[in-house]
């Protein structure tokens, strides 16, 4: 009786558990995380082509030849089958010729670094992580938001990414794409959203005690609104000044969303060029 209630107890907590969980990867609202989605649901029906029927073997053998079944063949002298040995050995063999296949394409289509193709012009968006909240520098815009970031629906958005501190990973889940972010360095992804929506921004690398609190709101939008949200940004009428820069890169957690009506063009160049020169000697 007690064990089981145990094992009920375990399979509701289980459940209970996993219900907080979201498919995000598996229900894009991004090109690249669409294909991302699709090639690991597709990956996942090739490996069960050889798991569904080694499951049911394992439970259909014991069954047939168990001890109490004394009306079953028995044959101790057999040793070997081809058939058997095709379909054990074939079949795995032909799925990891698949899988590599796979792999190979996808490897070079969903690099993060390569740009969609589209007939609209890529949105250039500069990202700075920082301890612990996220700093984006719309070049062309002249603008700059803490902790949020909007851009067209159906357009190609190109992120440049860097880190004030330590390193991090840029990730949005529901758009696909993840990338790290590191003091010195320029990394690039790539991504578009075809959906209008809110969609939840972390950072997927433990970065310290305010890694938590490291979110952001990415905003689809139409164009539209995208041009109203660049003119609200700019009424903030906040300067994105070297003293508020120094500001903004002291450690605090759970920094509110802040927006900048006008930045340095050259602010995120000068931020990489901060460390290359200190490793170079010049600093």
Request: glycine share 6%; with cysteine.
């Given at each position: ?130 301890d612990w909240k996220w700093l984006f520098l719309f070049p ?36 696909g794409g993840q990338i790290y972010a590191m003091a010195g ?63 903004l890169i002291e450690k605090t957690r759970d920094h509110k ?27």
């Amino acid at each position: 009786m007690k064990k089981k209630l145990f094992q009920s107890t375990m399979v509701f907590a289980l459940a209970l558990l996993l219900s907080g969980c979201e498919l995000a990867l598996f229900d894009s609202s991004g090109v690249t995380g669409k294909k991302i989605g699709d090639t690991i649901l597709l990956t996942m029906g090739l490996m069960l082509i050889v798991v569904i029927p080694t499951i049911l073997m394992s439970l259909w053998i014991p069954f047939k030849y168990h001890a109490s079944k004394k009306d079953e063949s028995y044959d101790p002298e057999w040793e070997h089958s081809s058939k058997i040995e095709f379909f054990a050995w074939g079949v795995p063999v032909v799925i990891i010729v698949v899988l590599a296949t796979i792999t190979y394409f996808t490897s070079y289509s969903l690099d993060p670094r390569k740009e969609i193709v589209s007939d609209k012009k890529p949105l250039t968006i500069q990202v700075v992580a920082m301890d612990w909240k996220w700093l984006f520098l719309f070049p062309e815009e002249k603008i700059a938001v803490v902790n949020e970031v909007a851009f067209p629906v159906d357009r190609p958005v190109q992120f440049l990414v860097t880190s004030q501190s330590t390193m991090n990973s840029f990730f949005i889940p529901k758009l696909g794409g993840q990338i790290y972010a590191m003091a010195g360095m320029e990394n690039r992804m790539n991504i578009m959203g075809f959906e209008v929506g809110e969609y939840r921004g972390i950072s997927a690398n433990y970065s310290g005690f305010g890694f938590a609190g490291m979110r952001f709101k990415a905003k689809v939008t139409s164009d539209e609104d995208f041009e109203k949200w660049v003119e609200g940004v700019k009424a903030s009428g906040q300067v994105l000044t070297d003293a508020e820069y120094d500001r903004l890169i002291e450690k605090t957690r759970d920094h509110k969303v802040e927006y900048f009506s006008s930045i340095d063009p050259l602010q995120f160049k000068n931020i990489i060029e901060s460390f290359t020169g200190a490793q170079n000697g010049s600093n």
